[in-house]
């Protein structure tokens, strides 16, 4: 339970949902009691506060009735409302504690933010506090005599708190951004001259010297106008710096803190939007007002259209970033205990995909919280980071988005409704300023969501009259003739063209899809014959209705037409390729759909003709064209599928494809073609997910298996260890359920079970399972080169993690049998062999052997073209020179392994090379380039949340620091640094 006062009076459950108090007097009961949370408030001064000089006779009396009042609120909200409002002589007091009540919260916020050592820290703790406003304070009773004072304190609080956000965010290098809020801020506090002078500064950092210059005039007239008062000498002064150009300048591009890559990821629209204009000013007035917008309406309405179109509208209002999260790809949940908690994974990682979020950063003894958080404590209710009951992976996106101005769009999100209400919940309650733009059919029904139902296109009625002047009001008739022109029709604006145009669009109900569809087929049937056959088709709708939504019933009788229309070659294959997740290329529609009586060389010539009737659409790929369904059509053809008596037939050519392309991947990523495999398998990812969904649907062990193994590596090399992780263990669950006589299964289950393990290593890096996973490689068959690969993975991951001194490696022990057991099998394995050595020698101190081995691997790699290889190998040889001294040289490696790590978006290995970068400058006594390093490698890795790097660059900017104010490094070094780098390189630093 909750109160709020930073708005209107308000109390909220446990669940976030906002009750109803009833009564003016009775909120201002409510206010006057948080005022004085925990104090006794006389029934004199009450009855004072509610009334005034127009207090009831029995004033006392009617009190009691309020206190009644507020006591059910109080109850209702979860709480116990006789032991909240107490009556203590002479009066009453709210006995809460302080994180329940919004603008104390408020306060201990603020109070930490200044605690804060770094200007990233502060912006986090000051938008997450700034987020409890919803208004002026108190509402409705800010002017009244006993809420003016604290009314007062809380304003001067929260402007001090825009203030000291905009210093900081300047600091982290982000002018762009401040000059166009400051702009709106300064409106409301026209007197304020730190403001004015953050907005100074911003201005002048972007070249906008003379905007400063105005700034600074038009607020000096106002004091001197106003309050017969000068400008203070600091903001003089400022003045005069900016005159001589001797205000600092923006930071440079090196030591600045980066914009994210990637900030707005919005699909571009194929085709213009027509006809909803009144519709996105609403929605965009809506995402200002509220944090949850939800367009509601039946398919085919265009809710993703005017989605995708908010978006690419709305950049400037979103500076940090749009996003786009389809969630059309992941199947509903089947059931089971696991099923929910399965489909917000799957929801989680779509928006991890969306944001540019990897998901391969270990859990550690700090893997629930946000490295920029650390230490922070304050008496709240609201989580700003992981907690243990929430995955890890949620808790990395909330702090991903935690300080950004952003906006998330999920689109198609009715068959997910729970898991989706769940995610966005957590997602709104763990940030400051993210806004959350839906598409469904259904709203969530949740009290944070603002409902907006998009209504169909406006159609003339029956019996308008139409001529070319009247086109502008009818957006149905102009989608019409717009769609069909794209066909290659154009119709004259006849009065009797039109007047068929208008009966089409009417009987269609103004339904976009359903427009679309129907314009598609003029070119084959022209506009008379369109409109009679539309007509006998609605006849037999209006016979046949059983109630349902006639919205529906329309849409449904459209497809039903245009099905009718195709022949029996485009039925067949718009039914079978209704099966793939995310479209497919020509190859896979002719592997998949291509058989019976459909030759897979007719294919092409016939996705052609679906796309002309728009029951396809095509656009361009860097791997060739992809073709993919509206889902209300998809929906229609697997349905169709269905009937047919070929969904088992197709979705077992669907597995069979994909798990053929992904086990080709799965070698081609592991040679000069990775880049290339690694963008081609990212866009077919969708594909992989249902071809696993559709193997475990059928019970079959050997398709799941075989899936999930060969698709590992891919999910490994992106950074969805998660994904992979339930991938296998859902394979696994398949197997150990079904009875077979297929002997493969027992050496794809020990393959999975090794990636398993590997991938529970890695995620749960602070967890030592030594004893489990070398009972695991010990018992494990070696008998096909891919279970020896497996274990390899798992031996290598064993010899990389926290708990190197936990493992015997040994000649003759499971895990050096498992690193050196891949020789035989071809140059890959032979390099994975010898790194595995490397590893080894390295571990047991073995220096000079281990410099040997891991040059001679990283000689092998390069010779297969396997960059990921040659990455490890150098990061030894990186580590052996760091530790014999030799800065110069593992420089030289690092600054090469950067390329690479950069050129496979490995970005938590690039982080960790950008501080690696730091120290080697540092050790120099570079200390302007180790800052940079540094700075670069906490931003990096912060908007990863990799705790480890952003400790490791935390003490590095602190080192470089001390060093320029001649303080003793060497107790920081050994405490923060030490456990990071090897001993005669901290040593040589502090020296």
């Keep these: 339970m909750k109160f709020g006062a930073l708005g209107p009076i308000t109390v909220w459950d446990d669940q976030g949902r906002e009750l109803t108090v009833p009564g003016v007097k009775v909120r201002a009961l409510l206010a006057m009691l948080l005022i004085h949370r925990g104090q006794v408030v006389s029934v004199d001064k009450l009855v004072d506060a509610l009334w005034g000089h127009a207090a009831p006779g029995d ?15 109080i109850d209702q909200a979860g709480g116990n409302g006789r032991s909240t409002v107490l009556w203590r002589s002479p009066g009453y007091v709210l006995d809460v504690a302080a994180q329940a009540v919004d603008f104390e919260e408020f306060a201990a916020i603020i109070a930490s933010a200044r605690k804060e050592q770094y200007a990233r820290g502060t912006v986090e703790y000051l938008s997450w506090g700034l987020s409890n406003w919803r208004g002026e304070a108190f509402g409705e009773f800010r002017d009244e005599l006993f809420a003016k004072a604290m009314v007062a304190q809380l304003e001067e609080q929260r402007i001090e708190a825009i203030e000291e956000r905009a210093e900081a965010r300047l600091e982290l290098g982000d002018p762009a951004w401040l000059t166009s809020e400051l702009a709106e801020v300064t409106e409301h506090y026209p007197l304020r001259e730190r403001l004015h002078a953050v907005w100074m500064r911003a201005l002048y950092q972007q070249g906008r010297q003379n905007e400063a210059l105005e700034v600074y005039a038009k607020l000096a007239h106002r004091l001197r106008e106003d309050m017969g008062l000068d400008p203070s000498p600091n903001l003089a002064a400022l003045q005069q710096s900016i005159l001589r150009q001797e205000e600092p300048a923006a930071p440079t591009e090196s030591t600045a803190v980066p914009p994210r890559r990637n900030a707005s990821r919005v699909p571009t629209p194929l085709t213009d939007i027509i006809g909803r204009d009144e519709d996105i000013r609403q929605a965009r007035k809506s995402l200002r007002e509220n944090r949850l917008v939800t367009i509601a309406g039946p398919g085919g309405v265009g809710k993703t259209r005017l989605a995708i179109e908010i978006g690419n509208e709305s950049a400037e209002e979103y500076p940090d970033g749009i996003w786009f999260v389809d969630l059309a790809p992941i199947p509903a949940p089947s059931g089971g205990p696991d099923a929910d908690t399965r489909a917000q994974h799957s929801i989680h990682d779509a928006i991890a995909r969306a944001i540019g979020l990897r998901d391969d950063y270990a859990a550690s003894k700090h893997s ?22 929430q995955p890890e992976l949620a808790g990395r996106i909330s702090s991903f988005l935690m300080i950004t101005r952003s906006l998330l769009i999920v689109d198609n999100a009715e068959h997910l409704l729970e898991a989706t209400a769940n995610v966005i919940r957590q997602l709104l309650s763990s940030t400051a300023d993210v806004r959350v733009l839906v598409t469904s059919r259904e709203p969530f029904r949740s009290p944070y969501e603002q409902l907006l139902t998009l209504p169909p296109l406006d159609v003339p009625g029956a019996q308008a009259h139409l001529d070319p002047t009247d086109l502008h009001r009818f957006a149905a008739v102009n989608l019409f003739l717009a769609r069909a022109q794209s066909a290659g029709v154009r119709i004259d604006p006849t009065q009797e063209n039109l007047a068929r145009v208008s009966t089409v669009c009417r009987r269609l109900d103004g339904l976009p899809l359903a427009v679309e569809l129907a314009a598609a087929k003029v070119r084959a049937l022209g506009l008379e014959h369109l409109v009679e056959r539309l007509d006998d088709r609605f006849r037999l709708l209006a016979t046949a209705s059983s109630g349902a939504d006639p919205r529906h019933q329309t849409l449904r009788s459209v497809i039903d037409w245009s099905w009718d229309m195709l022949s029996e070659t485009e039925r067949m294959l718009l039914r079978r390729i209704s099966v793939s997740a995310g479209g497919y290329l020509l190859e896979a529609a002719e592997n998949v759909a291509g ?62 494809y994909f798990s053929s392309l992904v086990t080709e991947a799965e070698q081609r990523l592991r040679t000069h073609e990775q880049c290339h495999w690694l963008k081609a398998m990212q866009a077919e990812s969708d594909n992989l997910r249902s071809a696993l969904s559709y193997a475990t649907e059928s019970s079959d062990p050997v398709a799941a298996l075989r899936v999930a193994n060969s698709s590992v590596w891919f999910w490994f090399m992106r950074g969805r260890l998660t994904e992979a992780h339930w991938s296998l263990a859902e394979a696994i669950h398949t197997a150990e359920a079904t009875t077979t006589n297929d002997s493969s299964v027992d050496t794809l289950l020990a393959e999975a079970r090794n990636w398993l393990a590997a991938l529970r290593l890695r995620i749960n890096a602070g967890i030592d399972q030594t004893a489990e996973t070398t009972a695991l490689l010990r018992s494990c068959p070696t008998d096909s080169a891919r279970l020896r690969r497996s274990r390899w993975f798992l031996a290598f991951t064993m010899v990389c993690s926290e708990h190197t001194s936990n493992i015997t490696v040994e000649p003759g022990t499971p895990v050096e049998a498992a690193l050196t057991g891949t020789t035989a099998d071809d140059v890959w394995g032979e390099a994975a062999s010898v790194l595995g050595r490397a590893g080894i020698a390295l571990t047991l101190g073995r220096e000079d052997e281990g410099q040997q081995l891991a040059e001679e691997a990283a000689t092998l790699f390069d010779r297969q073209g396997d960059n990921w290889g040659w990455l490890q190998a150098t990061c030894f040889l990186s580590c052996v020179a760091e530790s014999h001294g030799d800065m110069d040289t593992s ?14 978006e490995l970005t938590s290995e690039y982080s960790m090379l950008l501080s690696k970068m730091g120290l080697a400058a540092l050790v120099r006594g570079e200390f302007g380039d180790a800052r940079q390093w540094y700075q670069r490698a906490r931003h990096l890795a912060g908007d ?33 640094i030490r456990p990071a780098v090897p001993a005669p390189t901290w040593e040589k630093a502090a020296s």
Excluded: W
């Excluded at 004033?59 to 609120?73: F, G, I, P």
């Excluded at 922070?376 to 243990?388: E, F, I, K, N, S």
């Excluded at 480890?948 to 923060?976: F, K, N, P, Y």
């Design 59 to 73: 004033a006392a009396a009617v009190l009691r009735t309020k206190v009644t009042h507020l006591r059910r609120v």
């Design 944 to 976: 990863q949340c990799d705790s480890t790097v952003v400790g490791i660059a935390e003490a590095g900017l602190r080192l470089v620091d001390r060093r320029r104010s001649g303080g003793s490094v060497i107790a920081e070094l050994e405490r923060e």
């Design 368 to 389: 629930f919280e946000n490295p920029s958080h650390r230490d922070r404590q304050p008496d709240t209710d609201t989580q700003l980071a992981c907690t243990p009951d």
């Design 891 to 904: 420089q030289k490696l690092n600054q090469s392994a950067l390329e690479v790590a950069e050129a496979l």
């Design 595 to 656: 058989f019976g009586e459909l030759n897979p060389t007719d294919i092409v010539e016939t996705l052609s003709r679906l796309v002309e009737q728009s029951l396809l659409f095509a656009y361009e790929t860097p791997h060739g064209m992809r073709y993919r369904m509206l889902e209300s059509i998809a929906a229609y053809a697997l349905e169709r599928l269905g009937a047919s008596g070929e969904y088992h037939t197709v979705t077992s050519r669907h597995v069979a």
